[in-house]
């Protein structure tokens, strides 16, 4: 397993579109952090609190970057035959789908912490904390940090869910297009059907059923953590194992 990691990380880190990816994420950060700062330059007002408010309301958009992910490491290999040549050089095909998620994994959480840690490097030393003599708003920003961390250990297995979903998808579809809108179907899609007929049909079974989606905790932020790492992981085994014994079974052309 070490060895397939390390070819399908060679091919990751050489390919341009993972830098110009990596550098177009990084630069969206630059650019809302150099809003903050005008902003306040220009007579308005926002707050460090603000700022990590505004965080915890992203972190929603952790369930699609697996679409990016996904595609850095899969790189459309069933229209190039490197799956195929894959499994014809005697690569497990558990060996092959697993590594390949473990390194989508490992991508997704290395630009997560450099997104992270470069808006709060850029966010931490710029931002006023408190607009008060008594201090209220310092209060408010101790308030708005326990909610980033907790959200964060929240959102982080659901990411993983998303992620364990998308790469079911690229594995199960060939077309350049399906396998996103897949994805996207199941993570987003899905919620909203149950929303929508909850609302004409079964409220009480159908919200229920909502509740145990990736998209749901993060609807208000009150689900404990256990709760979404049960839902997140939940979410990543299930998708893994179908994976898993769908690709067994499939024939590669």
């Known amino acids: 397993m070490a060895d397939y990691l390390s070819a399908e990380l060679y091919k990751v880190v050489h390919r341009k579109y993972t830098w110009i990816a990596l550098g177009l994420f990084l630069g969206c950060v630059v650019l809302l952090t150099a809003l903050w700062w005008a902003t306040n330059s220009h007579g308005g007002f926002?707050?460090?609190?603000?700022?990590?408010?505004?965080?915890?309301?992203l972190l929603s958009v952790g369930l699609y970057a697996p679409l990016i992910t996904t595609d850095l490491v899969f790189s459309e290999q069933y229209k190039i035959g490197t799956l195929k040549n894959e499994i014809s050089y005697g690569i497990p095909r558990s060996r092959i789908y697993?590594?390949?998620l473990v390194l989508e994994i490992a991508v997704a959480v290395l630009a997560c912490a450099l997104a992270v840690g470069l808006y709060l490097a850029l966010c931490v030393p710029t931002l006023p904390l408190e607009a008060d003599p008594d201090g209220?708003?310092?209060?408010?920003?101790?308030?708005?940090w326990e909610l980033v961390g907790r959200c964060l250990l929240s959102a982080f297995p659901l990411w993983l869910g998303a992620q364990g979903v998308t790469h079911l998808c690229f594995f199960l579809f060939r077309g350049g297009v399906a396998a996103p809108f897949a994805a996207v179907g199941v993570v987003a899609g899905i919620p909203g059907l149950l929303k929508l007929l909850g609302l004409l049909l079964n409220p009480l079974f159908l919200t229920a059923l909502r509740r145990f989606t990736l998209v749901a905790p993060m609807d208000s932020w009150d689900y404990p953590i256990w709760e979404c790492w049960l839902i997140g992981l939940g979410w990543l085994a299930?998708?893994?194992l179908l994976g898993l014994l769908l690709f067994q079974r499939r024939e590669i052309n």
């Not at 926002?46 to 309301?57: E, H, I, K, Q, R």
């Not at 209220?136 to 708005?144: D, N, Q």
């Open 46 to 57: 926002v707050p460090l609190s603000g700022a990590l408010y505004t965080l915890v309301m």
């Open 238 to 240: 299930a998708s893994t």
């Open 136 to 144: 209220m708003l310092m209060a408010e920003t101790g308030r708005m």
């Open 98 to 100: 697993l590594g390949k």
